[in-house]
Each structure stands twice: as C-alpha cells, then as structure tokens.
C-alpha cells in the first residue's frame, strides 16, 4: 500500500496534469477548489507538521501565480483561505495558507520566527519558521509542477509580525513582494535594541539589512485600527514606546525603516499603504492588499 505522502505527492501533481480536450497548461478539473496537506519540514523543525489550506481556482496553470497568506492569532488558518477564494479566483492564483498550531509553534516561534532559542542564542536558520516558507515553496513546486520562480506573501495582525519579520531576516528569499498588515508591534531595524524588539543579539547584519530594505515590501495599515485597549495588544515599555495604537506603531516602523534606508545608504522599496475605514479585519484589509499585490490594470 503506497504512504500517505506519496498518495499526497500523487494527488498534488495530479493538480498540473493535462485534461484531455483542454488546455494543456490547465489544472485537472479533480483537484480545483478548497483542500489541504500535511506538509513536514525535513529540512527544518521535521517533528512540527504544518497543515496548509489551499485553494486551486478552476483556471489555474502552471504558471499561475502562488500566494501564501499569514494567519492571524486565533491560528485559524481554514478561516484565512476562506476569506481569500475570491481574490484567488479572480486572479487565478494559487492559495496556500499554512497554519502554525499554537501547542507547536508559540508566539516566539511563530511571530517572532523562532530566531532565538529558549536560552537567547540564535538559532540555525534551517529551524527558522521563516525558513519554512522557502522549504514549503520548493515541496509545492515539486508536488504541483508549478513554473513559478517565486511567491507573494501576505499576512495580517500576528500574521504581519511573521512577514516584516520575514523581510528583515529573509532578504535572499525569493518572495516577489511582502504585504504586511495591521501588524500589533515591530522590530526595529537597529541592534540597538535585543530581538524581539530590534534586531541586537540576531544574525543580522547592515549588509543583511540593506538588502532587506531594498526588497518589495508594503506596510499596510487600516485608518480605524486604533483601538489601544484590544486586548491582543501588547503593552511592554518597548512596545509602547513605538505608539499607543496598531496604526501609530505601524506609522513608526515605517519612518524606522526608512531612517535605516537613508543611514546605511541603502535603496529603498519599501512603502507605506493607509487603507481608509479599515479597522482590525483581514476581511477590510484584503482587497487592498490583493490590488498591492497585482495592481489593477487600466
């Protein structure tokens, strides 16, 4: 009897197969729509499986376009692809969204990326959760025969902490551009301050940096998001200190990263999005970050 993993191998690949009397680069018509996987980093953290909700939009190719989407804190990772199907169906692109259990994957493995172990020392970057993303590209594009050279990621709330994280530490990443929204605290790009609240104590490095700076990163923040008593806030001295509300702090990071820019002398492609009467919703936020993503054409 074949594995499970080879029976996932089989069924995923099946997603890229020609359909006869069909276009030949047209997914096969059993495996469109909402699914899931297991999928073990062997290179990474391999006793943490990840679940990843997906959806395949009826036209996918094997050049369609891969987004991964970043849950939020409540790990609701089904919720998040279930708010995205339409974005992925208009613009018929490929939807993973891995969920990164609580149990497994705590605030400082998930959010913060599990850059430091449990005694302050940096951990391997293969142990990284940032790293999972590359290590979960390269398992879909060898499943799915996808052409894709690269990916776009998004996340909101705990979701935007993974990904300005994730390009802060990944800037050799083949991420095409990063959305990171309404994000509930930062870490500033000086050594100034100890991780999680600046990058001291980290691998990073100026060179590192100004690559990061240099990538494709839009910092998008809802105009309502500012309600300081949420109690999913986190209030610290260093937390604070960067504003009272997601939206102030948001604005913060942004002028730190561009400071940082002008101080090492970098290129900068970074940008800061305000989206009008959004609050604290991934709902409110997503059509925005979707016409980042792929901009309208006129």
Not at 76 to 87: F, L, P, T
Not at 276 to 286: C, E, F, L, R, V
């Amino acid at each position: 009897m074949k594995s499970i993993t080879h029976l996932l191998v089989a069924l995923f690949a099946a997603w890229f197969m020609c359909v006869p009397n069909a276009s030949a680069d047209r997914a096969a018509e059993l495996s469109r729509g909402s699914g899931s996987f297991q999928f073990v980093d062997q290179q990474g953290n391999r006793d943490k499986p990840l679940t990843v909700w997906t959806y395949v939009p009826a036209d996918a190719k094997r050049d369609s376009p891969i987004v991964f989407v970043m849950h939020g804190v409540r790990r609701n990772g089904r919720d998040y692809r279930d708010n995205w199907i339409e974005h992925a169906r208009k613009h018929n692109f490929l939807l993973l969204v891995p969920e990164f259990s609580e149990d497994d994957y705590p605030s400082e493995a998930y959010q913060q990326g599990n850059i430091l172990s449990e005694q302050g020392s940096p951990n391997p970057p293969a142990q990284w959760t940032f790293t999972a993303i590359e290590h979960l590209f390269d398992y879909f594009i060898q499943i799915s025969s996808s052409t894709s050279e690269g990916y776009y990621l998004y996340g909101h709330s705990a979701g935007g902490q993974f990904v300005h994280r994730f390009a802060l530490f990944m800037p050799q990443s083949r991420c095409l551009k990063a959305v990171t929204a309404n994000s509930g605290w930062y870490t500033l790009p000086t050594d100034a301050e100890e991780y999680p609240y600046g990058l001291g104590k980290t691998p990073a490095t100026s060179d590192s940096l100004k690559q990061a700076l240099k990538r494709n990163v839009v910092v998008m923040l809802g105009e309502k998001d500012t309600n300081a008593k949420d109690p999913n806030l986190r209030h610290t001295p260093q937390a604070d200190a960067q504003g009272a509300t997601r939206l102030e702090r948001g604005r913060y990071f942004f002028q730190q990263v561009r400071n940082a820019a002008e101080r090492l002398h970098a290129d900068f492609g970074w940008k800061l999005v305000i989206v009008p009467d959004a609050a604290h919703s991934d709902k409110q936020m997503s059509q925005a970050a979707v016409d980042e993503l792929f901009p309208p054409q006129h």
